[in-house]
Every structure is written in structure tokens, then in C-alpha cells.
T-cell receptor, first 115, second 115 residues
Framework: AQKVTQAQTEISVVEKEDVTLDCVYE???????LFWYKQPPSGELVFLIR??????QNEISGRYSWNFQKSTSSFNFTITASQVVDSAVYFC????????????FGKGTRLHILP | EAGVVQSPRYKIIEKKQPVAFWCNPI?????LYWYRQNLGQGPELLIRYENEEAVDDSQLPKDRFSAERLKGVDSTLKIQPAELGDSAVYLCASSLGLAGTYEQYFGPGTRLTVT
């Protein structure tokens, strides 16, 4: 079975602090993709990153970084020096190439950045 | 470039009434998705189109839900009759191709409240 678990339902940090959002996934497939999306109050899901299962290199994009570890089936997302504009719900998602073309989303983590 | 357009943004209806949602995907995107997002949850796929063809509608409650994508561009999702449990945000997304390979672009969603 495929599953994405985001154990942190809600996180609050003070502006400028670093924060890590956890994502643990389950799949039996060897070829898969992992995603992070941001959903601000406006409602649209905004694509942040896609990672395929063969590329375990960590990625950094500005204040955002992602740590992919196949050994622990985790794909964690860190925001460095958080800002109020980072307040949103963040979703981790999984897509397996050998399954139906269906992305499985986690339940999301609501992040509050306090000024 | 215009993003995915959805209308209406909000809809309030009484149970047993019909309702329809409209989606205009990004120009050139052959793949179109309808998702339902319940409060505090991640999006769940209802139906996926490749051009005019519905290639995955396994999660669509066919007794009351229907969808169409005439001419392979705009799409309409209908519920008839609506039930209280249908209250959710209905998201439309589009992509150039397979979700794992190509980025999905989401619209702002239609928030449905059934009273």
C-alpha cells in the first residue's frame, strides 16, 4: 500500500527560526517521485519540489532545503530563517510510476510563523 | 501565462440540490485532474482526463457525481443531488503529461458548503 504520513499536524515558530517539516512515505515500488506543495490561505497548491527515487542528493533553494533518505523513507523539508509569508499548509506527496497516475497526498502540516 | 481557472470560488447550496463546477486548464495541458479536499486533509483524486478521455475515475462516486471534458479543454464536475458530506474544496489541476514527470498546476478551488 502507498501512504504518506505527516505526523506534525500544526507547528508554530517565531519568525527567523528554522523549522523542519517531516514526511514519511510507504511504497513497494522502486521508481517513485516525492513532492512538496505549499497551500497558502488563497487555496492554490503551489509546487515546491519533485524528487525521484534514484536521486538522494539533498537540495537547497534559497531558504528551503530538502533531505531525502531512502533508508528511513523520509523526505523532510526545512525552512531556514522563517518568514511570516511562509505561513501556510504544506503537503508532502508520493507518485509511483508503476501504479495508476495518482498522487497520494499526506494530510498536511499547518505552519504558523509568528512575528 | 494564465493559470488554472476555476469557478465559482464559493458555493452554498441546500442538500439534494444540484451543483456544477467549471475548470479551464492551462493552455496546452492535455491532462486534467479533479480533486476533493476535505477539511484538514490532503487532496484526493476524483477523476483524471487525458484529453477528452477519463482514464481514471475509480474514486468518483458515480451515483451522484459526473464529469465531462468536451473538446479536451474545459471540464465540468457535477454533483446531483448534493449531500451534507460533499462539503469540501474541489480542486482542478492540469499538467502536460504524467503527474510524476510533469508538474501539476492547481487552481484556487471551489469551496462547496452543503446545508
Amino acid at each position: 500500500a502507498q501512504k504518506v504520513t505527516q505526523a506534525q499536524t500544526e507547528i508554530s515558530v517565531v519568525e527567523k527560526e528554522d523549522v523542519t517539516l517531516d514526511c514519511v512515505y510507504e511504497t513497494r515500488d522502486t521508481t517513485y517521485y516525492l513532492f512538496w506543495y505549499k497551500q497558502p490561505p488563497s487555496g492554490e497548491l503551489v509546487f515546491l519540489i519533485r524528487r525521484n527515487s534514484f536521486d538522494e542528493q539533498n537540495e537547497i533553494s534559497g531558504r528551503y532545503s530538502w533531505n531525502f533518505q531512502k533508508s528511513t523513507s523520509s523526505f523532510n523539508f526545512t525552512i531556514t530563517a522563517s518568514q511570516v509569508v511562509d505561513s501556510a499548509v504544506y503537503f508532502c506527496a508520493l507518485f509511483s510510476l508503476n501504479r495508476d497516475d495518482k498522487i497520494i497526498f499526506g494530510k498536511g502540516t499547518r505552519l504558523h510563523i509568528l512575528p | 501565462e494564465a493559470g488554472v481557472v476555476q469557478s465559482p470560488r464559493y458555493k452554498i447550496i441546500e442538500k439534494k440540490q444540484p451543483v456544477a463546477f467549471w475548470c479551464n486548464p492551462i493552455s496546452g495541458h492535455n491532462t486534467l485532474y479533479w480533486y476533493r479536499q476535505n477539511l484538514g486533509q490532503g487532496p484526493e483524486l476524483l477523476i483524471r482526463y487525458e484529453n477528452e478521455e477519463a482514464v481514471d475515475d475509480s474514486q468518483l462516486p458515480k451515483d451522484r457525481f459526473s464529469a465531462e471534458r468536451l473538446k479536451g479543454v474545459d471540464s465540468t464536475l457535477k454533483i446531483q443531488p448534493a449531500e451534507l458530506g460533499d462539503s469540501a474544496v474541489y480542486l482542478c489541476a492540469s499538467s502536460l503529461g504524467l503527474a510524476g514527470t510533469y508538474e501539476q498546476y492547481f487552481g484556487p478551488g471551489t469551496r462547496l458548503t452543503v446545508t
